[in-house]
């Protein structure tokens, strides 16, 4: 948490996440919802797309709350009973011995940003009025991480299936074709970024990292050659197509959104992560590096539909 690189990586990778799913694919789901409109029993001002997104982030929320709870349900709840019932000496003594462990986290934090190398990677222990989001952000291997990456994964291979398919079915057009590959090849790079640097901080083992890398390489191609393959039976006006897409598509925002605010850039923006970078150019490179991220992504699109055109 305190090499620059790593943390740009990181700030670019949140940018990435959110511009998928704000910009690339919420867009979909609310177009493939609106092509419902007048063929369904439902009122054509509403667009259920909002509430697959709702779905999607609580999702997230339910399925972190689960894990936490699984790993950490038992300890948090003796720690909490053994709290409320020591009395009020204990409490006061309990109290000093923490303020004395503040004092000495923060000392032994602020060492390891002036010497790094004098400790291993991601060994420094952050304690505080703020302890709950600076351990967030030296979870290093953690399982929530592990978590953050699996979710991140299921949103990159559903989008990449969709879109993969898209190609395939233009198997009549090759000019249309050719330019969407040639922007598919970006927009999967950026994407592919994104998700290595998840894999990278979520610190799996080497067989499981590249068999993750893999399999998200691979949906876009399998994707392409479903499209190739029912390009001559498949109905885009189709009410089963367009509701199932529409669903895949706002659901799969919903999780990017929730994960690309609260899991990364509440975390890796907060005054306690920034202040692990020493230098004012490390911090501002962040910012950068996001903001680099959101634009790309976010003109992929433009040229997609100027291609078209």
């Known amino acids: 948490m305190t090499n620059p690189i790593a943390r740009w990586l990181r700030a670019a990778s949140a940018g990435i996440v959110l511009s998928l799913g704000f910009v690339h694919i919420l867009p979909k789901g609310i177009k493939e919802f609106g092509n419902l409109a007048g063929r369904v029993p439902l009122d054509p001002a509403y667009n259920p797309a ?8 609580l999702m997230m929320m339910a399925v972190e709350s689960t894990v936490h709870s699984i790993n950490h349900g038992e300890e948090d709840t003796a720690e909490y009973i053994q709290h409320s019932e020591e009395p009020s000496d204990k409490n006061l003594e309990a109290k ?15 060492r390891s940003i002036e010497h790094p190398h004098d400790h291993k990677h991601g060994s420094v222990c952050m304690h505080g009025s703020h302890g709950h989001v600076s351990s967030a952000t030296a979870a290093y291997g953690t399982l929530n991480q592990k978590t953050l990456a699996h979710m991140f994964e299921l949103g990159c291979v559903v989008h990449s299936v969709i879109i993969g398919i898209a190609l395939g079915i233009k198997d009549s057009n090759f000019p249309l074709a050719r330019n969407v590959v040639i922007i598919l090849c970006f927009h999967q790079l950026l994407e592919g970024i994104g998700l290595g640097a998840m894999v990278a901080i979520a610190n799996f083992p080497k067989v499981k990292g590249v068999l993750l890398i893999l399999f998200y390489s691979l949906t876009a191609p399998v994707g392409v050659a479903i499209g190739i393959g029912i390009a001559t039976s498949y109905d885009k006006q189709s009410i089963a197509r367009n509701a199932t897409e529409g669903t895949l598509n706002s659901v799969s925002a919903g999780i990017l959104i929730y ?48 291609n078209n055109d």
């Open 50 to 57: 909002g509430a697959a997104v709702i779905f999607g982030i």
């Open 96 to 110: 000093a011995k923490q303020n004395a462990a503040d004092v000495e986290g923060q000392t032994q934090m602020q």
């Open 259 to 306: 994960m690309g605010l609260v899991q990364m850039v509440a975390v890796d923006f907060s005054p306690e992560s920034l202040a692990l970078l020493r230098h004012w150019w490390a911090k501002a490179g962040m910012f950068v590096s996001f903001f680099i991220a959101c634009g790309c992504m976010t003109m992929l699109p433009v040229f997609k539909n100027v």
